[in-house]
């Protein structure tokens, strides 16, 4: 169906943001689902007399899913679409999530945690093929810090969503049923309004034009890293043979790594302190607070520049310099004595962080066609979940003989090895850069 025969619906002005909202949403669902676990740790640990080691395995079931299913997730929402694919997804990895309170042990939520990483590897490349189609480039920033902003807020209203219904019932296992319900009451709303920018029915022909004019002037006067690059998705050996591609997965390989620490070890590493589980849930959500203020720092700093003329590379990677520098802050850690110094620091390296990854995340749709986007996207999530399951390795094995002040170190260096790698790797090319 073209645009010309559509059915119409009432205009919604705006639309592209309303879609970015719902991307904004699942995000926000994904991470309530991911972080039920990580809030109910301490609890978890005690009631099954689980170590560092033991938890760190629980930890890479996820993760081993995740790495997996993003390169295989990518290519299928390449080929499938946004609509189908993300419908498909979140309706697997919330059902995983309230299938995990029937867990009894160990060997139980490492299986349960692996059918849940086997759907959330969508929603990264998904959001980003659906951020390609709907936005032009120079708005692209805004809507990148816009979904993924999603996984801090996610996270910050975890720790008190999830405890606030093992409060309720006394039990851990109402947790994982009820925050999955959030994921289904999604599939409903986005297979009702969810459609491309062709063919949606609430789209205003201004806003529609826009969209498609920009992205035909994208096609005509940009030169992709692929060059020509027809209609359908590149394989996976052409891309994995430009070196930009694998600036993007070394990237994400090396940065990603220091989120899912603090993610899945924050309240862990808190209690290690010498802080009570009651007394870390109100530091808690500060760094992922602060993870969201990154997001939009780093997406509108670097659309403020292209607006302003700048190459679009040259605005990502000047805000991928400062914020690989952020992420140092981790060191100082280690000999603050505070509670508030401790989550102050954390919160400036997840800022840090999340800015970095906003880039990270928009480089795809900056440099790829679209057809090819979701699949560049899923590359770099399989990288960074195999960073992710090495270093959730080092950190059980680490904390549990030593303490977490050699892990510190490391998630504060090892970004600005990423930084340089993008740097190295990543260069504009004749035509290519801007908007």
């Known amino acids: 169906m073209t645009a010309s025969t559509l059915t119409r619906g009432r205009v919604i002005r705006n639309l592209r943001w309303w879609v970015g909202g719902l991307l904004f949403a699942s995000t926000v669902i994904n991470y309530i689902d991911r972080q039920t676990l990580s809030v109910l740790a301490p609890r978890l640990k005690t009631e099954f007399s689980w170590s ?12 081993v899913a995740y790495t997996l299913m993003q390169t295989v997730a990518g290519r299928m929402l390449d080929w499938l679409g946004t609509r189908r694919g993300l419908l498909l997804t979140v309706s697997w990895y919330s059902v995983a999530a309230a299938a995990t309170s029937l867990a009894v042990g160990l060997k139980s939520f490492m299986c349960f945690r692996f059918l849940l990483g086997s759907g959330e590897a969508a929603n990264w490349p998904g959001a980003t093929k659906t951020v390609a189609e709907w936005f032009p480039k120079a708005e692209r920033g805004w809507a990148v810090a816009l979904f ?20 309720t019932f006394g039990s851990w296992r109402p947790a994982f049923f009820f925050t999955a319900l959030l994921g289904l009451a999604w599939v409903l709303v986005w297979r009702a309004f969810y459609h491309p920018p062709e ?38 050996s052409r891309l994995l043979g430009l070196r930009e591609t694998w600036g993007i997965i070394l990237g994400k390989t090396l940065t990603d790594p220091v989120w899912f620490f603090i993610a899945d070890w924050f309240a862990i590493y808190l209690v290690s302190r010498g802080f009570s589980l009651e007394s870390t849930l109100l530091g808690f959500w500060v760094p992922f607070l602060a993870a969201d203020l990154g997001n939009f720092f780093g997406g509108g700093l670097s659309s403020y520049l292209i607006q302003r003329g700048w190459p679009v590379l040259k605005a990502r990677k000047l805000v991928i310099l400062i914020c690989g520098f952020g992420m140092t802050l981790l060191i100082p850690t280690i000999v603050a004595k505070s509670f508030a110094v401790i989550v102050a620091l954390f ?19 900056d440099l790829y066609p ?9 590359l770099s999530g399989s990288g960074a979940g195999a960073g992710t399951i090495v270093s959730t390795f080092l950190i059980g094995w680490v904390s549990d003989r030593y303490s977490f002040a050699p892990i510190l170190v490391g998630a504060s260096l090892v970004p600005l090895a990423a930084t340089a790698v993008v740097f190295l790797l990543i260069r504009e090319r004749g035509g290519q850069a801007r908007c």
């Open 199 to 236: 063919t949606h029915p609430n789209l205003g022909e201004a806003e529609r034009r826009m969209i498609l004019e920009a992205r035909e002037e994208e096609r005509r006067s940009e030169s992709h890293v692929l060059g020509e690059a027809g209609t359908a998705p590149a394989s996976w």
């Open 347 to 365: 919160a400036v390296s997840t800022f840090a962080y999340a800015a970095w990854s906003t880039m990270g995340l928009a480089l795809p749709s």
């Open 52 to 63: 560092n080691s033991d938890w760190a395995l629980i930890v890479i079931s996820f993760r």
């Open 148 to 167: 993924d902003s999603g996984s801090a807020v996610g996270s910050a209203v975890a720790g008190f969503l999830v405890y606030g219904i093992y409060r």
């Open 370 to 378: 679209s057809e090819s986007v979701a699949t560049v996207s899923g």
